[in-house]
């Protein structure tokens, strides 16, 4: 059959659209220009950079300071101290050695930077705005073409880094997507920030982002349209998908004290080349796909992708998904994990994961006890991924079915000399996990 004019002109822009499209699949860019492209090419090589061969100095580094901390602390608490919620203005308490680096300073507000030297993990050195300017957000509006100064959205594109605050309790609806730029602080403390109702937060090719004590919820799909994506650039964008926060091709991510629930899509997600992120102090409920750490099985940068998930709460009403990986290495150490739905740690293409003094709660649901799922694979391939659980503490029947090298665990733990850290102490590791009251003059 001859092919018309006409439809071969058809299967042309048919074969294009594809040529186009695939390998930038979900990244929601319309209007792929120079500005896209040089940010694209910037994250490669940051990706690079950030990628650490030797991941067992970052998993000892990080035991060893959990260890350390609790030597110092001398924690003779019992499960009855660990229960009692002690009144939120008491001593100041810092129980893991993140907050231990600046929660019990009163001169918070006047230091707040010092909270840039304290991300440990994978996204150790994630420095976000240091020795930027301060810059107070008194505005919760949104305008995605002409962002007022005093707003978030004019904050986050601002170039050069920038340490960004708020004047006060707010709730931020955002109309699309919020676009961020590297070497940025957003810093919640001493305000009741929401960013709810609305789009997400995207943090899209770019290096060196802290995100600090803010609740975000509610988040939903967007059309997309023209946003102001960079102090002279605005970019055209697909529909959003309604995750909460959206790594994409991102470097140096640390994001500590959020409260985060009922987002449309994940929670967070980190795809298509992210690496040195440390989530930590999380309190996460009420949602079902958590976290999704790569989101294509044929995306073999991935495999550099390193993650640290560390004294996370995974609260009521979750499902799925705490994490889902792919390809590259997660260390997932001392969570509270009091519920899930279906299972706790899934993943596909020879992920590792290294699980370390967790306590895992299952639910009463007899098919639900196993922590993990391994997906797309038989047990003749799975069986050599390096899932392994050390010190983990398995509580109402919950089981963890590890795989690989039984070595490695040992091999990504802490000091010799010291002892590993205890599941049990977990509660009082992740006590403070989600958004904190911070008042001036006092510790947070
Ligand atoms: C912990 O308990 C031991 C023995 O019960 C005691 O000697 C030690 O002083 C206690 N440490 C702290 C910091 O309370
Ligand atoms: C971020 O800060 C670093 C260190 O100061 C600098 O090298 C880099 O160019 C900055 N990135 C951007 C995109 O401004
Ligand atoms: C694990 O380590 C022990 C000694 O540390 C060694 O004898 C054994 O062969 C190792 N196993 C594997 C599978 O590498």
Not at 31 to 52: G, M, S, T, V
Not at 114 to 140: E, H, M, S
Not at 174 to 182: F, V
Not at 383 to 409: V, Y
Request: charged share 20%; aromatic share 10%; hydrophobic share 35%.
């Amino acid at each position: 059959m001859a092919i018309s004019k006409n439809q071969s002109f058809s299967l042309f822009l048919f074969c294009l659209f594809f040529v186009v499209k695939i390998p930038r699949l979900q990244a929601h860019i319309a209007e792929y220009d120079d500005y896209w492209r040089e940010r694209e090419l910037q994250a490669k090589e940051n990706l690079e950079k950030a990628y650490n061969p030797n991941p067992e100095d970052v998993t000892k580094h990080f035991n060893d300071h959990v260890v350390r901390t609790l030597m110092e602390l001398g924690t003779n608490t019992t499960t009855r101290d660990l229960l009692q919620k002690t009144n939120k203005r008491a001593p100041c308490e810092s129980n893991n050695p993140i907050d231990r680096c600046w929660r019990c300073d009163p001169n918070w507000i006047r230091n707040r930077q010092r909270l840039a030297d304290c991300a440990l993990g994978f996204g150790r050195g994630t420095t976000g705005g240091k020795n930027g300017p301060i810059y107070v957000v008194t505005d919760p509006s949104d305008d995605v073409i002409d962002p007022k100064p005093g707003t978030l959205r004019h904050a986050v594109i601002q170039h050069g880094p920038l340490w960004i605050t708020f004047a006060r309790g707010m709730i931020i609806t955002l109309k699309e997507e919020l676009l961020m730029t590297s070497n940025k602080t957003i810093d919640g403390r001493g305000a009741n920030v929401h960013i709810c109702y609305g789009a997400g937060i995207t943090v899209q090719f770019v290096n060196n982002v802290i995100i600090h004590n803010v609740h975000i919820h509610h988040i939903l799909p967007k059309n997309g349209g023209i946003v102001k994506d960079g102090a002279s650039h605005f970019g055209l964008r697909t529909r959003s998908d309604g995750d909460g926060i959206s790594l994409f091709g991102a470097t140096h991510i640390w994001l500590d004290h959020l409260s985060m629930y009922k987002c449309s899509d994940g929670i967070i997600d980190a795809i298509m080349g992210c690496t040195a992120i440390t989530i930590s102090n999380c309190h996460f409920t009420d949602h079902n796909d958590v976290f999704l750490f790569g989101a294509s099985d044929a995306y073999l940068p991935d495999k550099k992708m390193q993650i640290t998930v560390a004294f996370n709460h995974f609260g009521k009403k979750l499902v799925q998904r705490m994490p889902r990986v792919r390809l590259g290495f997660v260390h997932v150490v001392n969570n509270e994990y009091t519920y899930w739905l279906m299972y706790a740690i899934g993943g596909s293409s020879n992920p590792t994961i290294i699980s370390q003094g967790n306590r895992y709660r299952a639910p009463h649901n007899l098919a639900a006890k196993e922590v993990c799922k391994r997906e797309y694979a038989m047990p003749e391939e799975w069986k050599n991924w390096n899932w392994r659980s050390e010190g983990d503490l398995m509580l109402n029947g919950a089981t963890f079915i590890q795989s690989g090298d039984p070595n490695a665990s040992k091999k990504f733990g802490a000091d010799q000399i010291l002892p590993f850290n205890p599941a049990h102490k977990v509660p009082f590791l992740v006590k403070w996990s989600g958004t904190l009251i911070c008042v001036p003059h006092k510790p947070c």
